[in-house]
């Protein structure tokens, strides 16, 4: 049975709807016809497939259909040509949206300018270093390895800004341009404009998303600016309460921080591990060092230091009853002998123990005692180390790690001498927790310090770009924090 033709008055030029959906729309007030048509010769563009093209019904435009036939489609034939509607320049872009997002990059843009040198500051101290690797003969000579060194990493780091920062003033100057010839064109409102401002609009889209996204790594850049946040950094994961649930979990963070690591950039490698009595580790230390445009290791690293704490079905009850468990997580950054030095830790602070490394190396690592632990009495902190096959090489590297722990602990507390850290180390248990992993009854990540939560729990545990989203969080929250004690130390002072 054919349905009845009806009018109605509408403003967009498409819209496939059914007898129920009949709808009015207001651009125009553009007399039309709708007829019934099969099914599978519906018509639906792609703008059109949001509710939010849906506006209001107005049931004094349309004639409602006899419930027999609610079950015909129809399809709504402009009188006006489809393909003039469909290229209407007025639907292809979204000029308030596209305004914001120019005008939010080229804000963080600026901002990430304030903390930066000029460019042609950075183009004369550029040509100073390499006028000096080139002016003496004798620069890249042995003698001169260490200054040669820090010259080397100096060019490769200015000549990096450099062009971290013409790229940023291309893709602003290309989304200004863009936004202001699309401004004029969208003005016009002509018809035979239509490509040229859909040309013109994917232009200037993509060099402000580019410039958003590349100001906001770079703003994450400018939280690491801490004494020690460009160096290498080792973790140092240790089972908490909860038995060999919490083995297993130390497993599941070794695998989490292991492939962020490699999300990152980072070069990542297992220094020590200690397999668990049934599943998982005891214990895993990792080393993690900058490897191409990565960012600074410990900087990015030293805010998982702390408990974490999971809470799921755990696979090792019988009951399979939800289970807490704990995971402790120590980031201690590995400072060069240059910067040690000069640190003197009494010996009588100092408790150094021997033990067999074990493992590959024959008979000298399992007969004779070549590991080396040495533990801080006034903090409690200990560090082993098990690397080499000499006995006295290994207590070189384990009591340099100590004084980058102390280091940073002192950094952290804001000490000005490493004698008056007292016991500040991680607690892997109730109430230490800086962030809960909950996989039952519900599915949540929540950082405890920041508030940052996410529901996308596999995500997180696969170290991709959800994890990145809460590290940076924690970044920005950690300033926004300096900033106010610094704001509330200046009205003190004044």
């Known amino acids: 049975m054919k349905c009845p033709t009806i009018t109605i008055s509408i403003t967009t030029p498409f819209l496939v709807f059914s007898s129920r959906e009949a709808a009015a729309f207001e651009i125009g007030c553009l007399k039309t016809n709708v007829a019934a048509v099969n099914p599978s010769s519906f018509f639906y563009p792609s703008h059109l497939h949001s509710d939010s093209t849906l506006q209001s019904f ?73 006028t000096e690797s080139m002016a003496d003969p004798n620069f890249w000579d042995a003698s001169n390895s260490a200054r040669s060194e820090i010259v080397t990493r100096e060019i490769a780091r200015y000549t990096k800004l450099k062009e971290q920062l013409e790229r940023w003033q291309k893709l602003r100057s290309d989304a200004e341009d863009a936004l202001e010839l699309l401004q004029d064109l969208y003005e016009d409102s002509q018809q035979e404009n239509a490509e040229m401002i859909q040309l013109t609009w994917e232009e200037c889209r993509s060099s402000a998303q580019a410039l958003f996204d590349l100001s906001q790594k770079y703003e994450l850049q400018t939280l690491l600016s801490g004494p020690y946040d460009a160096s290498p950094c080792a973790l140092l994961l240790t089972a908490g309460a909860g038995g060999t649930e919490s083995c297993d979990w130390v497993d599941m963070l070794y695998r989490m921080y292991t492939r962020h690591a490699q999300h990152m950039g980072y070069r990542v490698t297992t220094l020590d591990s200690t397999p668990g009595d049934v599943v998982g580790y005891k214990s895993v230390e990792l080393s993690i060092d900058c490897d191409n445009d990565a960012m600074n290791p410990y900087g990015w690293f030293k805010g998982e230091k702390g408990a974490h704490r999971l809470v799921r079905l755990s696979p090792f009850n019988a009951n399979n009853k939800r289970q807490t468990t704990f995971a402790g997580v120590d980031v201690v950054p590995i400072i060069e002998d240059e910067q040690l030095k000069d640190i003197e830790i009494p010996e009588k602070e100092l408790e150094i123990t021997t033990m067999r490394s074990g493992g590959k190396g024959g008979q000298n690592v399992n007969k004779v005692e070549t590991g080396v632990r040495i533990k801080h009495l006034p903090s409690g902190i200990a560090v082993k180390c098990t690397e080499e096959r000499s006995q006295s090489k290994n207590k070189q590297i ?14 952290e507390q804001r000490l000005q001498d490493i004698n008056a850290i007292r016991g500040d180390i991680v607690e892997a248990s109730w109430g230490a ?25 596999e995500g997180f545990l696969d170290g991709g770009e959800v994890l990145e989203d809460c590290v940076g969080s924690l970044l920005r929250w950690r300033r926004g924090v300096e900033d106010k004690e610094r704001e509330e130390r200046d009205l003190e002072s004044a």
Not at 398 to 411: F, P
Not at 433 to 457: A, C, F, H
Request: aromatic residues 4%.
């Open 433 to 457: 927790q800086i962030r809960n992993y909950v996989m039952q009854p519900y599915k949540l990540v929540k950082d405890g310090r920041s508030g940052w939560e996410t529901t996308n729990v």
């Open 58 to 130: 107005d049931t004094r435009c349309a004639k409602r259909v006899p419930r027999r036939d609610r079950s015909c489609r129809f399809a709504l034939l402009a009188s006006r040509s489809d393909e003039a509607s469909s290229k209407s320049p007025l639907r292809l872009v979204d000029l308030p949206a596209l305004k914001r997002l120019v005008q939010e990059a080229s804000t963080l843009h600026d901002q990430n300018l304030s903390c930066t040198p000029p460019l042609d500051q950075i183009a004369s101290r550029l040509a100073d270093l390499e």
């Open 398 to 411: 384990a009591l340099a790690r100590l004084k980058g722990q102390l280091l940073a602990i002192a950094q």
